[in-house]
Nanobody, 120 residues
């Protein structure tokens, strides 16, 4: 079982910044893609950003130029730096990790979520 522990959410004013972190632990043999998704009430969860083990990234159009995803492969940790935050960025943010256990089984795990509120 892979555990994902997120941190860094909170309340910030428009134009402000936050950095989310997500640390994965467990019997992880190989970590492929790590990413962040977000969800607001009544809407589907949407991809914010993802990063491969090789460092390739992709972002939702709505966050390009403002958010930066990065990872520390040695720590199985992914980060999301969010700058120039807007009220429409308010959501619950979920970490996702895809990889393989030592027994060869693939996993696709989610964190519990961390709340980000952008408001004056």
């Amino acid at each position: 079982q892979v555990q994902l522990v997120e941190s860094g959410g909170g309340l910030v004013q428009p134009g402000g910044s936050l950095r989310l972190s997500c640390a994965a632990s467990g019997s992880i043999f190989s970590m492929y893609t790590m990413g962040w998704h977000r969800q607001t009430p009544g809407k589907q969860r949407e991809l914010v950003a993802r990063i491969t083990s090789g460092g390739s990234t992709n972002y939702a159009d709505s966050v390009k130029g403002r958010f930066t995803i990065s990872r520390d492969n040695a720590k199985n940790t992914v980060y999301l730096r969010m700058n120039s935050l807007k009220p429409e960025d308010t959501a619950d943010y979920y970490c996702n990790a895809v990889g393989k256990y030592y027994n060869g089984q693939r996993f696709d795990s989610w964190g519990q979520g961390t709340q980000v509120t952008v408001s004056s």
